[in-house]
């Protein structure tokens, strides 16, 4: 795994054109050159150069990246900001919040996400939903899709492995309940071994140590003989592609050989040509940070019959742990992302990260503006 010194030459061809200043969202909110790439590897620079020390100061401004790579697609130089970043934030752990350890702690421990899970009970007292933050914790945990078991006389030849992540596993199953319900309906031998977390709010904290061991235990549970690895989460899908990058010898192997197995709900859809309902209505796509096939997803769904309506490629402010380390600007982000939505006309928004889903509900619930977020697998299973 490359360490920070190891990205001392990449720091080094930035050109400081400044480009990465017109895409960057944390920029545009903050209009700070220290919160954008440019600024970043300036200060990086000076550490590479020994003229500054990783300190809590430092770690908390490279903490104000989302890691949204809007900057990498943009940058003329080619540099991956996100990359760096979060080999500069892995030295950083030393200064890591105590809150910030507590979470990870959550998300490490099976124990710790079924006893937050228990979150859930908050659904039995819609009484409490009287304040946005009461009425964005109802919305998110409320499940769409209720898992009803299908009796199929379809059987097909395919054999997956469902990876849920943990906000659908523990807090809202709705669409692992879809994805059930599709499966069992199209006779999909499917099977949800129990996964860890995929880890990306360790390692977009830094914390590599935790997110090799957790990404080695995920690949020891996925048997060699199916056909696909199926995520409804992009950045789950997202981390599976880390463990190819930061994994190293037999562990390597292993994750590259599942890696090419993984696939998102959506794509899988597509490629298996697999019967869908016919649907209507007008919708907007939100695609995620992380998202590998956005227009596979676009295609899907006007296939099934959606007018999707197109919507700027923005990111929601979430990004890992951004959104309780930086609320306030996270909550301006959010609501950016509201605005831009409430202009299109678009009955629903889709998307496929939970966390996004977080963070545009809480900016159209924090903006007033009354719209479905949703995952469109949930849409299929409610037609079937
Ligand atoms: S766009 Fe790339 S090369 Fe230009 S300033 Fe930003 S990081 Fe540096
Ligand atoms: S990764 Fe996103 S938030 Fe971070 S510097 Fe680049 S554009 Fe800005």
Redesign the pocket.
């Known amino acids: 795994m490359k360490k920070f010194q190891d990205y001392a030459d990449e720091i080094y061809t930035?050109?400081?054109?400044?480009?990465?200043q017109s895409v960057c969202p944390v920029f545009e909110a903050t209009g700070k050159e220290t919160t954008v790439?440019?600024g970043f590897?300036s200060t990086l620079m000076g550490v590479v150069k020994g003229h500054l020390k990783f300190n809590k100061k430092l770690s908390k401004n490279i903490n104000m990246c989302l890691t949204c790579n809007k900057?990498n697609a943009?940058?003329?130089?080619g540099?991956d900001?996100s990359k760096i970043i979060t080999s500069a934030r892995a030295e950083c752990m030393e200064f890591t919040p105590l809150w910030k350890k507590l979470i990870l702690r959550v998300f490490y421990s099976k124990m710790f996400l079924n006893f937050a899970g228990m979150v859930k009970l908050y659904l039995l007292f819609p009484v409490l939903n009287f304040t946005s933050f009461g009425k964005l914790i109802y919305e998110f945990l409320s499940p769409e899709v209720k898992y009803k078991k299908q009796i199929s006389s379809k059987k097909s030849d395919l054999k997956v492995v469902v990876f849920p992540g943990c906000i659908n596993k523990y807090f809202n199953a709705s669409s692992l309940n879809a994805m059930r319900m599709l499966f069992e309906k199209e006779g999909i031998e499917y099977t949800l071994p129990d996964f860890h977390c995929c880890t990306m709010p360790a390692y977009s904290a830094g914390d590599m140590d935790n997110f090799q061991k957790f990404a080695r235990k995920n690949l020891s549970l996925i048997p060699r003989d199916v056909d696909y690895v199926l995520f409804d989460c992009a950045s789950c899908k997202h981390a599976f592609e880390l463990y190819t990058r930061i994994l190293e010898g037999d562990d390597l192997a292993l994750a590259k050989e599942v890696y090419s197995k993984c696939k998102h709900i959506n794509e899988f859809l597509l490629e298996e040509n697999i019967e869908l309902p016919v649907l209507s209505g007008d919708v907007a796509y939100h695609k995620p940070c992380h998202m590998d096939c956005p227009d596979k997803t676009i295609e899907l769904m006007t296939k099934s019959g959606l007018d999707i309506t197109p919507i700027e490629d923005s990111c929601c402010g979430s990004g890992g742990l951004f959104f309780i380390e930086n609320f306030t600007l996270s909550n301006a982000l959010a609501k950016k992302r509201a605005q831009e939505i409430k202009n299109v006309n678009a009955d629903a928004i889709f998307t496929d990260c939970p966390l996004c889903r977080l963070g545009l509900l809480k900016g159209l619930i924090l903006s007033k503006i009354n719209k479905k977020v949703l995952n469109f697998i949930e849409i299929v299973a409610k037609k079937i």
């Open positions: 930035c050109s400081r054109c400044g480009l990465c790439s440019r590897f900057c943009f940058c003329p130089s540099i900001a």
